[in-house]
């Protein structure tokens, strides 16, 4: 079944260009092969005013409501949560790529908002993502936790920092480690990667990391960290146990980032398996 007459019903209801369509970009399909296709309703670039005019109609109209990105994340299962970063990360490219840097004349979209291409200059661009890598580095018994100040009050995390042009991944885990913390690496594993949106499009590469038992004495680089420590098994364990922030928060006690993020695969990985940072790559 075709939504398209529905959704050109609803542009129109709510005062939009039906052309609008056009810019929709394709994320995915169903399991019956339907293709499954994002839309920027546009609601941020109106004037305030005007956008919560719409944003209320719209709710009623919809029989929903309207919630931050990055809470409606967390709420979401993992198929519907990669859907709407994908949705998000990939309208938000086309909004800022609208123009060639070599020609300066405007860019088209492809119909599945693949790509975009500059008919003066022929020049493809594709969706961009920065690669950063982000390490759960561990003593063997401890493991290290830092957060950064612009982090929700008491929230910890594994170390993270995005890829220099010319580094292997080995690298910049290393040299991210070396930066933030002052620990040299001895062993490094891979572990999974995830695609994160906040603040731009970035693929996560996870890795666990040992030290010697010797040389764990960190010195922590107060210009990128607010604080960073040991944990030890039991602390991380229980941390992982709570499972609501909000009353974390309160208690003072220190939490860790929620399911989706990949930070809290890394940590949930090495809670059940201590040793998966000293194995064999
Ligand atoms: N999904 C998850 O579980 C987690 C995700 N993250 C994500 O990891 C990312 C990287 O972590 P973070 O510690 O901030 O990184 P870094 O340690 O690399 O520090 C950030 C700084 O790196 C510089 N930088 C270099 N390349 C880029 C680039 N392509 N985009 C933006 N800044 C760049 C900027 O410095 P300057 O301003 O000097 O140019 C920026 O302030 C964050 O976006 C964060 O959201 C972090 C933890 C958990
Ligand atoms: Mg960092």
Same mark, same amino acid.
């Given at each position: 079944m075709s939504l398209r007459p529905e959704l050109e019903r609803l542009l129109a209801k709510f005062g $939009? =260009?039906? $052309? @609008?369509? /056009? =810019?929709s970009v394709l994320i995915g399909c169903s399991k019956q092969h339907e293709a499954w296709f994002a839309l920027d309703l546009g609601l941020n670039s109106s004037s305030s005013l005007n956008a919560s005019l719409q944003k209320a109609e719209m709710e009623i109209e919809l029989k929903g409501s309207f919630t931050d990105l990055r809470k409606a994340l967390f709420q979401l299962n993992t198929k519907d949560a990669s859907l709407l970063t994908t949705a998000q990360a990939l309208l938000r490219w086309h909004d800022a790529h609208q &123009?060639? %840097? @070599? %020609?300066g004349q405007p860019t088209k979209k492809n119909v599945a908002g693949s790509k975009r291409v500059c008919p003066s200059s022929k020049i493809i661009y594709y969706p961009q993502m920065a690669p950063v890598v982000i390490t759960l580095v561990s003593d063997g018994t401890r493991c290290l936790l830092a957060r950064q100040s %612009? &982090?929700?009050? *008491?929230m910890y995390s594994a170390l993270a920092g995005f890829c220099d042009i010319g580094e292997s991944l080995e690298e910049a885990v290393r040299r991210e480690v070396a930066e933030e913390v002052g620990l040299e690496l001895e062993r490094l594993k891979y572990s999974a990667s995830q695609h994160w949106s906040f603040p731009n499009s970035s693929l996560m590469i996870a890795c666990h990391a040992s030290v010697k038992? *010797? $040389?764990? /004495?960190i010195q922590v680089n107060l210009k990128e960290l607010e604080a960073a420590g040991w944990f030890s098994h039991d602390e991380v364990a229980t941390a992982l146990r709570r499972n609501n922030p909000y009353t974390q928060q309160q208690n003072g006690t220190f939490w860790l980032p929620p399911k989706l993020a990949i930070a809290h695969q890394l940590i949930k990985e090495w809670v059940e398996k201590p040793s998966c940072s000293t194995l064999p790559a």
């Open positions: $939009q =260009d039906t $052309q @609008r369509i /056009e =810019d &123009f060639c %840097s @070599r %020609s %612009s &982090f929700p009050k *008491g038992p *010797g $040389q764990t /004495e």
